[in-house]
């Protein structure tokens, strides 16, 4: 059929969490004075983690999150998948255990038909199958832009439950997933994504993280939190802020996608790099061009950034390689110091 034809990205002005507004931007937005009023609420607007966490008061606590966006590939199956992947991923960020998703589609009806739809909805279903959870129901409205994603609720024990702002000082940082995402996605725009990047980037994003949950349970876990929208660097200053200590991080370490250097010569940089540095770039140390389109790159979909105690280092190496994945420390926390981030 001439839908299957179709390229999503050419419907939106944005791609993936690409198209995130920028962190400078959304502390305008989420300033407010009001305080909590719930007090069996752990972890709310105040402290920007990755999800609402409510205590059930049995021990257990409810996670509750959303997350959608416009198309960053343009086969309406993989966009549902990777739309999934990513809402579901800040479930496993806070260490629970995915319960329950609920659709988010906004449709240009006039440009894209329902059948077209349908087959995001179906690419969505086929990931929440993998993490054991359905889509129970949703909302959709018209919109000039193709939008999906979910709001996920899921569970964790309240001992278990990670959050972003809980590292010490001398925590070894790990991260599941190489990044370049946004480079890639910008390189497929400009039609110059070779078929082989292609298939690493899809499957990147369609890769669940759900190692979260069983980190939950290792006490040598100090902190976690996903990489996406405001790139490594973004995110890290938020776990640097919220515990109040810097990060030193070597970059060589870091995985990167490999062919992201090629792409990034060729032009390939997405916006949200440069929104992403002008929001928190006054925080880092001196950057030549290439780290800052490295590592401010907008994820979609992106890895766990672990934190790590010291002593729990070669545990948590250990149990990771037993797990068939093999994991590199690239930086550390330590006392606050003049910059949030030093980059070596």
Not at 214 to 231: H, I, L, S, Y
Not at 285 to 295: R, T
């Given at each position: 059929?001439?839908?299957?034809?179709?390229?999503?990205?050419?419907?939106?002005?944005?791609?993936?969490?690409?198209?995130?507004?920028?962190?400078?931007?959304?502390?305008?937005?989420?300033?407010?004075?009001?305080?909590?009023?719930?007090?069996?609420?752990?972890?709310?607007?105040?402290?920007r983690d990755d999800?609402?966490?409510?205590?059930?008061?049995?021990?257990?606590?409810?996670?509750?999150?959303?997350?959608?966006?416009?198309?960053?590939?343009?086969?309406?199956?993989?966009?549902?998948?990777?739309?999934?992947?990513?809402?579901?991923?800040?479930?496993?960020?806070?260490?629970?255990?995915?319960?329950?998703?609920?659709?988010?589609?906004?449709?240009?009806?006039?440009?894209?038909?329902?059948?077209?739809?349908?087959?995001?909805?179906?690419?969505?279903?086929?990931?929440?199958?993998?993490?054991?959870?359905?889509?129970?129901?949703?909302?959709?409205?018209?919109?000039?832009?193709?939008?999906?994603g979910l709001a996920?609720?899921?569970?964790?024990?309240?001992?278990?439950?990670?959050?972003?702002?809980?590292?010490?000082?001398?925590?070894?940082?790990?991260?599941?997933?190489?990044?370049?995402?946004?480079?890639?996605?910008?390189?497929?725009?400009?039609?110059?994504?070779?078929?082989?990047?292609?298939?690493?980037?899809?499957?990147?994003?369609?890769?669940?993280?759900?190692?979260?949950?069983?980190?939950?349970?290792?006490?040598?876990?100090?902190?976690?939190?996903?990489?996406?929208?405001?790139?490594?660097?973004?995110?890290?200053?938020?776990?640097?802020?919220?515990?109040?200590?810097?990060?030193?991080?070597?970059?060589?370490?870091?995985?990167?996608?490999?062919?992201?250097?090629?792409?990034?010569?060729?032009?390939?940089?997405?916006?949200?790099?440069?929104?992403?540095?002008?929001?928190?770039?006054?925080?880092?140390?001196?950057?030549?061009?290439?780290?800052?389109?490295?590592?401010?790159?907008?994820?979609?979909?992106?890895?766990?950034?672990?934190?790590?105690?010291?002593?729990?280092?070669?545990?948590?190496?250990?149990?990771?390689?037993?797990?068939?994945?093999?994991?590199?420390?690239?930086?550390?926390?330590k006392e606050r110091?003049?910059?949030?981030?030093?980059?070596?």
């Amino acid at each position: 059929m001439e839908e299957t034809k179709i390229k999503l990205t050419q419907y939106s002005h944005g791609a993936g969490c690409g198209c995130k507004i920028s962190p400078a931007v959304l502390d305008t937005i989420l300033h407010t004075e009001i305080k909590h009023f719930d007090s069996r609420l752990l972890v709310g607007n105040s402290e920007r983690d990755d999800a609402a966490v409510v205590d059930m008061e049995d021990g257990t606590a409810l996670i509750s999150t959303t997350d959608f966006f416009m198309p960053i590939v343009d086969d309406a199956f993989d966009f549902g998948r990777v739309a999934a992947t990513n809402a579901i991923s800040d479930i496993y960020a806070m260490g629970g255990k995915p319960l329950v998703a609920i659709a988010i589609l906004g449709w240009p009806i006039d440009k894209l038909s329902p059948e077209v739809a349908k087959e995001v909805l179906e690419g969505a279903r086929t990931i929440c199958n993998h993490a054991g959870i359905s889509i129970a129901g949703g909302h959709s409205i018209d919109s000039p832009e193709p939008i999906f994603g979910l709001a996920v609720n899921g569970t964790v024990k309240v001992d278990n439950l990670k959050r972003n702002s809980t590292a010490t000082v001398g925590s070894r940082l790990y991260l599941t997933k190489p990044i370049g995402i946004g480079v890639l996605s910008t390189a497929q725009k400009k039609g110059v994504l070779n078929p082989d990047d292609a298939e690493k980037m899809l499957k990147n994003m369609t890769t669940l993280n759900r190692l979260g949950e069983q980190f939950a349970q290792m006490k040598g876990v100090t902190a976690m939190t996903d990489v996406t929208g405001f790139g490594l660097l973004g995110h890290l200053a938020e776990m640097s802020e919220g515990c109040g200590l810097s990060a030193e991080i070597v970059f060589d370490k870091i995985p990167i996608i490999s062919s992201v250097k090629n792409y990034i010569e060729m032009g390939c940089i997405p916006g949200g790099t440069n929104r992403n540095w002008k929001s928190y770039g006054h925080k880092v140390s001196d950057l030549n061009d290439f780290q800052k389109n490295v590592l401010a790159d907008p994820q979609t979909s992106g890895g766990l950034m672990v934190a790590v105690d010291e002593n729990a280092v070669t545990e948590f190496e250990k149990w990771t390689e037993n797990e068939g994945i093999k994991l590199t420390s690239f930086g550390f926390f330590k006392e606050r110091s003049n910059k949030i981030i030093e980059v070596k």
